[in-house]
């Protein structure tokens, strides 16, 4: 448990809607779910979510504090629309979701190894070195999530995608050794510290 | 009769000219139909037909007319001649619009329109023009029965429109309901937060117009009379007891709520911090909005409103319906909470969340103020302390065992119990589960009746049917649920409000209001001797020949509507502003002595016996249809208008309610050679959409008995059939005649024919 959790679940107790409202993005909008399940019937992956959102908004209501923040359910969220687009009470469910998703990151309660999650740190932690995404770098980093035997055989599985794109000149070798940055790596680092900084602020995560 | 002169119109429009020999039918009329004037017309709705009509009533001394031209649901206004008898003989709708245009089909067209003619001529010669009741009088008061939302409306509504008003309240002082709650679910937008029940003005306004008369801590101790001249006996507890005069009645005494004392397993009676919706009331009325925990005056920080505690129940130990008003009620309650305090957590336990109205917006409002809203059933509640744990199945999580405990007050929404009075069918329906095998109903009667304790009428009738009004399900006053919702089945007396059906504050206020003016009409219309509802403006009302009855009472005891009362002599008395004018008492008179002067067992009996029946090898037979004019003769007509093919061989008169066919009539068609009667009525039972309530029940009923009759007479059971119609089978009434033509075909001729 991070310090950040216990930090948390000292200040909530066991208001966890409250939490979520604070600390969430569009978490102010979980209150306002009435259950009536269209999103759940309505997203393409419904029947692979351990709890679909429905279930989630109550569970939060309920005060299902670690069932939902370790829950690999919002991970799940393939961000199709279709729920915010069919909520008869306009809740943003796919960015509820997110946020759900992104603040048991924080806290460090989400699952550990969840595919989208890895990828996402992979994705974030490359783009924030230089303030580009390194294709190359990241292609390779995702093939060899899961060791360097399995990323052999994941890089030879697609040897022939890579040459092609390397004789058509849409992949340089030489980004694995020299990446290229964007023009003020510094400037892109103060900013987002200052994003970081601000967000943190609206979501109550630092006095 | 000698000064009868009659006079026949056949029109020639609407293509009626170019399929029909209308000289031919004239000359029906003037041989068969014995008409005195005969004349053809080739457009007879227009001015100078209508002219020529009038004419002849005016100079020609005519007094009874008859008119073949549409149907009598058409062009009513031109054809509108009060001062004589009238008869139509519907040749557009009835026969040129429902038979084919070809060359086959000409000779059967004509004589179907020929019988029509004859029947029409026949029809009216029996008829007398109405004069309407000489007894009519007027009495332009209302008595309000109840003083609540519904009642002070009801009452301001009817003064508003110039009419007095003698409101009787049980209680004290008035407001009912609205008088004991801290503020109302909002009336208007934005439907956002409670709203002041305004029931102060309400009163004040009562108090202070001349035209309405308030008995408080009073009763109904007597009701007699019919519309137009009730007399009531106010009762008050005093003893002091005042006789009023009015013209119409409105019941509205409005609900209870269900007694939570019958839900210990919620905890009601076991902990002071178990209240149900009217407690609460209390609660935050005393506080002025603020509330505290009634066992110790502590702070209340957690509050859980249980939804349908002891409604929509299927064991049938409590309440098997769903109140309506009680998901908003709780929301409002909640919102009591909320609004003073919003850390104090109030969960609202419910299974399906129903807010009529605006009640949506309302509901969103209290979710923006954090009502939690939680979608489950709750099993139990314990006390323990001053706090109670409050265990329930939650349906979206499906956990069987969830909790909430610390709860400082539990809210249970028990739901509406009408105060509609005696159940003047109890016994009845007691004896009918009886014979089904379940004793239990009739057990608790006689365990009643030993003793000695009455059941408390509200209204105290002194009709024959019992004191109070009939009830429909769960004990709700009777009201014509489906086709006309404030009707009830005794004429000038109208329920309102949560009497009828569960309903919150803003339904009872539309719904008095409609009441009033519905007991505006019903004074009006007995005022002059007219029908209410559903033949309104109806002046013929039933009399009987005195030396023919036989005292059977089947009149008194069928009449829907508890019209007629017996005399001293045990006679039957008619009270005419009571009457519908359906006919039930004419069609179960065994003796035939009840009739209305254009509507009798002769007008009919007589068009039955005037229609031309072929011998028995002319392969034409002859079907009689009765259909009731409310719907299945409209329906027809419509068929018609669509061009609905049907059967050449069916003669159709329209019958006021099926309840009024008196089973003469069937033996009278039989035995002149018909091969088949088909009889056509609304719908029965439960979800009934006869007019007259139980007029189509009773006559299938009555026809349930027809089969031995049939035998008797050594004639085929298919020979009568009785078939439920509604307004809109308009494709399929022309099938199941043309069906019930080939039944027909199949058993062959009746044997009954040339006698």
């Known amino acids: 448990m991070s310090e950040a959790n216990t930090q948390a679940v000292e200040k909530y107790r066991n208001n966890f809607l409250k939490e979520v409202e604070e600390r969430v993005e ?182 | 009769m000698a000064d009868q002169k009659i006079a026949a119109y056949i029109c020639q429009g609407c293509g009626l000219g170019e399929r029909l020999d209308t000289v031919d039918l004239a000359k029906v009329a003037q041989k068969e139909g014995k008409a005195h004037v005969v004349r053809e017309h080739e457009f007879l709705c227009n001015v100078d037909g209508v002219k020529t009509i009038q004419n002849d009533i005016d100079s020609e001394g005519v007094t009874h007319i008859m008119i073949a031209a549409c149907s009598r649901r058409a062009k009513a206004e031109a054809f509108y001649f009060p001062a004589v008898a009238m008869s139509r003989a519907n040749l557009r709708e009835g026969v040129i619009w429902c038979q084919p245009d070809t060359d086959e089909a000409r000779e059967t067209t004509q004589e179907m329109a020929a019988d029509y003619v004859r029947m029409g001529c026949a029809e009216v010669k029996k008829m007398i023009q109405p004069q309407g009741n000489p007894g009519a009088v007027r009495n332009n008061r209302i008595l309000v029965v109840g003083g609540g939302m519904s009642g002070m409306t009801a009452a301001l509504q009817a003064a508003k429109a110039g009419y007095g008003v003698v409101l009787v309240e049980k209680a004290g002082q008035l407001g009912g309901w609205a008088g004991k709650i801290y503020k109302r679910i909002p009336s208007r937008s934005p439907y956002q937060d409670p709203q002041d029940t305004g029931v102060e003005e309400m009163v004040k306004a009562i108090e202070t117009d001349s035209r309405i ?157 954090g009502v939690t809203f939680t979608k489950g059933k709750v099993s139990a509640v314990e006390a323990t302390g001053n706090t109670c744990k409050v265990t329930f199945h ?40 009886a014979a089904n095998g379940d004793t239990s109903l009739l057990e608790a009667i006689e365990a009643q009746e030993a003793s000695g304790q009455k059941p408390i009428s509200v209204l105290n009738l002194d009709y024959r049917q019992g004191p109070d009004m009939p009830q429909l399900k769960y004990g709700f006053n009777d009201s014509h649920f489906i086709c006309f919702p404030y009707e009830t089945r005794r004429t000038g007396i109208y329920a309102a409000g949560p009497v009828r059906r569960p309903m919150d504050m803003v339904q009872a206020a539309e719904d008095a209001t409609g009441a009033a003016m519905k007991a505006i009409q019903a004074l009006e219309n007995a005022a002059v001797g007219r029908a209410a509802h559903p033949r309104s403006g109806d ?158 029940e009773l006559a299938s009923y009555r026809m349930s008995k027809v089969d031995d009759t049939l035998k008797g007479m050594g004639l085929e059971v298919e020979r ?36």
């Open chain 1, 26 to 207: 569009e978490g102010e909008w979980v209150k306002m779910c009435m259950q009536c399940g269209v999103c759940s019937g309505s997203c393409p992956f419904g029947p692979h979510w351990a709890h679909p959102p429905q279930e989630i908004f109550m569970m939060i209501r309920a005060g299902k504090r670690d069932e939902v923040l370790t829950s690999d359910s919002m991970w799940m969220c393939t961000s199709c629309y279709n729920c915010i687009v069919r909520c008869p009470r306009k809740l943003p469910i796919t960015h509820i979701m997110h946020g759900l998703a992104n603040y048991a990151h924080r806290l460090g309660l989400a699952p550990k190894g969840q595919p989208t999650r890895e990828f996402g740190k992979m994705f974030w932690n490359n783009l924030v070195a230089t303030g580009r995404v390194n294709e190359l770098k990241l292609s390779l980093s995702l093939y060899f999530k899961d060791g360097f035997s399995q990323g052999i055989k994941n890089a030879m599985a697609m040897k022939d995608v890579g040459l092609g794109m390397l004789k058509a000149k849409r992949l340089n070798p030489f980004e694995l050794f020299s990446p290229h940055g964007c023009k003020d790596r510094k400037g892109i680092h103060a900013m987002l510290k200052k994003a970081r900084e601000i967000e943190d602020r609206r979501k109550h995560l630092t006095s």
């Open chain 2, 213 to 369: 008369k308030v008995y408080l801590n009073a009763v109904v101790a007597k009701t007699g009379g019919a519309p137009g001249r009730f007399q009531v006996e106010v009762g008050q507890e005093s003893g002091a007891a005042g006789t009023e005069e009015v013209g119409a009645i409105v019941q509205a005494t409005g609900f209870s709520l269900y007694d939570a004392n019958n839900l210990p397993e919620l905890g009601y009676g076991k902990s002071a911090n178990v209240v149900d919706q009217a407690g609460l009331e209390k609660l935050a009325k005393e506080g002025n909005g603020a509330i505290r925990r009634p066992s110790d005056g502590g702070e209340v920080k957690t509050v859980v409103f249980v939804q349908c505690a002891g409604q929509r129940d299927a064991s049938g130990k409590h309440l098997a319906y769903c109140s309506g008003s009680c998901c908003n009620t709780s929301i409002k309650q909640a919102m009591y909470f909320k609004d003073a305090n919003p850390d104090v957590n109030t969960v609202v336990i419910f299974d399906d969340l129903r807010t009529p109205g605006n009640g949506e917006d309302f509901y969103r409002s209290a979710q923006n103020k």
């Open chain 2, 394 to 433: 939650d349906l979206i999580l499906n956990d069987q065992n969830a909790t909430i405990v610390d709860a400082d007050l539990v809210v249970l929404a028990t739901g509406q119990v009408p105060n509609s009075g005696v159940d003047i069918d109890a016994k009845l329906k007691a004896e009918v589960a």
């Open chain 2, 539 to 696: 002046l013929s009302y039933p009399s009987f020949r005195i030396e023919g009855c036989t005292q059977c009472k089947r009149c008194t005891v069928e009449c829907p509507f508890g019209a007629i009362d017996e005399d001293e002599k045990r006679y039957p008395q008619f009270n005419e502003p009571r009457c519908r004018r359906c006919g039930t008492c004419m069609g179960a008179c065994p003796v035939r002595v009840i009739s209305f002067e254009n509507y009798s067992v002769d007008t009919v009996g007589s068009q039955i016996k005037a229609v031309d029946v072929p011998d028995e090898f002319s392969e034409k037979p002859r079907i009689l249809l009765l259909a009731c004019e409310n719907d299945a003769y409209p329906a027809l007509d419509m068929a018609a208008m669509n061009r609905e093919i049907y059967s050449a061989f069916v003669r159709i008169i329209p019958v006021r309610c099926l309840g009024s066919v008196n089973t003469i009539w069937i033996t009278d068609a039989l035995n002149s050679g018909y091969d088949g009667v088909m009889m056509m009525g609304c719908k029965h039972g439960d979800d009934y959409q006869c007019h007259f309530v139980k007029g189509s």
């Open chain 2, 720 to 755: 009568v059939r009785t078939f439920e119609a509604a307004i809109t089978d308009i494709e399929r009434l022309p099938k199941l005649i043309n069906e019930y033509a080939a039944v027909i075909r199949e058993i062959g001729m009746s044997p009954f024919k040339g006698f």
